[in-house]
């Protein structure tokens, strides 16, 4: 045999595998054509123009221009995982959702784990909430409880999220500060709303600069339902609890990882998961009927509290053990589409006014992000369970309908149909009134629950939130903030707020802050602030 017939080699198929000199496959255009030189363009002469006939080259170029999709609006930096959940015993009293109906049984699960507000190339160990974003592909379709390592939210109602994410990320004509709360337009955003009170205590804690995504606690934050198959609800309340227990690192350290190595946390979940040293999760969930919500005085559906678990103990549901590494972080951990939409039969919403929001945010968002209508296309975000719908066409449609039929109802007997005692159905929960944009005023407590969480930290963690708000506020360049925001934490407690007023070299002790501002009306904002008028 010739050389040439060595390295070309017909398979049983008849598909032609081609050999390089050196036994390695042969380098292709993408349309499957070999590849001679991959290091030299054509030219007129050794020294010559390059021509345009050089196909191979204009398609490696095209293609690399292209490399890049917009990053996630918020949780852009991010670090995802494979895995499987796993049902402790059956909660057929509570939902009907197939996968909680078998003890023992494993769910396959993506997991994303992220920081907020620094953009995709920003450092690990930031003062930031942490992303903690679930997909369990169930046999009912995926359910994403798209989550958070703090209980509670900054803002009340989903209108207001553009407001704090545009507060949080770099301002606008400087382009900084990339990934820290450490700012003027944050902390003028956060002391002109009250209500991120209890969030700020959180933000402001050891939570916000964990050790490792392996040693952090999740939650689904808002109110949600189950469902059971007599269609009765109850409320739930989900969380995420570390086999490994919770851990932090300090402010120090959290400066120095950042500077010696900015994937700290990706490599260490990457490390853990290599080494076969697999992170897990205990499901818990918190149970109530509407009864035991009128019992408080904070409402169940504002995302801003937390129901206690002294008050309302955690019961285990199930386990989340991640033991396998994406092959590509672009392809499963940069595509996967979370949203809060994604629900089986047997699990519903309340009617939280953020989760209300989101559930029309992330879709919307992942058109922009993904290019397409079409990506649950992408093997990431298809469901693992087999599913049919008339749905075609588009940009990268890899899986249109066959046959005949794309519509029902049709006199061809072909195609599916849909199914009221199977498919999903909305809780029917009865709802009246008029159409109005007001707060509830049960809505408007915003500091019980951040004292609360001050007092239940320890010494040093309490030491630690005063040195965090004392950092960070000093960092703002404008008094008046500075000042309202101790104005605030006169209203949780009043030797933290003195502690950071005179960190901050506080002159005078302002005011305490209207604890009774009526659910709409913004603070005023203080004559001192100066606009630059433009
Ligand atoms: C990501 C919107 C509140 C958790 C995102 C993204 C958007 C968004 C647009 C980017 C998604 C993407 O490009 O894939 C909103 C809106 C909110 C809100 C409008 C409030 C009105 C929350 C809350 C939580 C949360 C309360 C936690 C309970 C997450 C997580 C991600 C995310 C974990 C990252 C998902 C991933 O890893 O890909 N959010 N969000 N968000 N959001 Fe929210």
Redesign the pocket.
């Known amino acids: 045999a010739t050389v040439h017939d060595q390295q070309l080699h017909r398979g049983k198929g008849g598909e032609l595998h081609q050999f390089a000199e050196d036994g390695h496959e042969v380098l292709t255009t993408a349309q499957g054509g070999p590849v001679d030189d991959d290091q030299n363009t054509l030219r007129v002469g050794v020294r010559g123009p390059a021509l345009i006939e050089d196909f191979h080259f204009r398609e490696k170029l095209f293609h690399f221009d292209h490399e890049r999709i917009?990053?996630?609006?918020?949780?852009?930096r991010?670090y995802?995982a494979h895995g499987y959940f796993e049902t402790y015993e059956s909660l057929a009293h509570y939902t009907k959702a197939d996968f909680l109906q078998r003890p023992g049984e494993k769910t396959p699960a993506f997991v994303?784990?992220?920081t907020?507000a620094g953009s995709k190339g920003s450092f690990d160990l930031a003062r930031d909430?942490?992303?903690?974003?679930v997909k369990l592909y169930t046999q009912e379709g995926n359910w994403d409880l798209?989550?958070?390592n703090?209980p509670v939210?900054?803002?009340q109602?989903?209108?207001?999220?553009?407001d704090i994410?545009h507060a949080v990320k770099p301002e606008p004509d400087r382009g900084f500060p990339q990934a820290q709360s450490a700012h003027d337009n944050f902390w003028d955003f956060i002391s002109l709303t009250p209500e991120s009170m209890h969030m700020i205590m959180w933000v402001m804690s050891d939570r916000a600069i964990p050790r490792s995504f392996r040693f952090m606690e999740g939650?689904?934050?808002?109110t949600f339902r189950f469902i059971n198959a007599k269609d009765a609800s109850t409320f739930v309340k989900f969380h995420w609890k570390p086999k490994l227990g919770l851990q932090s690192v300090v402010w120090n350290e959290a400066v120095k990882i950042n500077g010696a190595d900015p994937d700290f946390h990706r490599r260490d979940l990457w490390q853990a998961i290599q080494s076969g040293n697999f992170p897990e999760w205990e499901l818990c969930v918190q149970l109530f009927d509407q009864d035991f919500a009128d019992s408080f005085d904070f409402d169940v559906l504002d995302?801003t509290k937390i129901i206690p678990e002294e008050v309302l103990p955690l019961q285990p549901i199930g386990r989340l053990v991640l033991d396998r590494m994406p092959d590509n972080f672009f392809a499963e951990?940069e595509q996967?589409?979370?949203?809060?939409q994604n629900v089986p039969p047997g699990i519903g919403f309340s009617n939280d006014p953020?989760?209300q929001?989101?559930n029309?945010?992330?879709l919307?968002?992942?058109l922009?992000?993904?290019g397409s209508a079409n990506f649950t296309h992408l093997p990431i975000n298809a469901p693992k369970c087999p599913f049919h719908h008339f749905q075609q066409d588009g940009h990268m449609a890899m899986r249109n309908p066959t046959g005949r039929v794309n519509y029902q109802p049709n006199s061809w007997g072909e195609g599916p149909r849909e199914s009221p005692s199977t498919g999903y159905r909305h809780f029917p929960s009865e709802e009246q009134g008029p159409k109005i944009r007001l707060r509830p005023e049960s809505f408007a407590d915003h500091y019980s629950q951040a004292r609360q969480f001050f007092m239940s930290q320890t010494l040093p963690e309490q030491r630690h939130i005063a040195m965090a708000l004392t950092f960070e506020l000093s960092k703002v360049e404008t008094s008046v903030i500075r000042e309202r925001m101790v104005s605030h934490l006169l209203n949780i407690d009043e030797t933290l707020a003195g502690k950071v007023a005179a960190g901050l070299g506080l002159a005078d002790m302002p005011k305490a802050a209207d604890a009774a501002v009526p659910p709409r009306q913004d603070l005023d904002p203080s004559p001192a602030l100066s606009i630059v008028e433009n």
């Open positions: 917009p990053e996630r609006v918020v949780h852009a991010g995802g994303r784990f992220s907020v909430v942490r992303g903690f974003a798209v989550g958070n703090i939210f900054f803002i109602d989903a209108i207001k999220f553009p994410i939650f689904g934050v808002h995302p951990t996967v589409a979370f949203m809060t953020l989760l929001g989101r029309f945010s992330y919307d968002t992942q922009k992000r993904l």
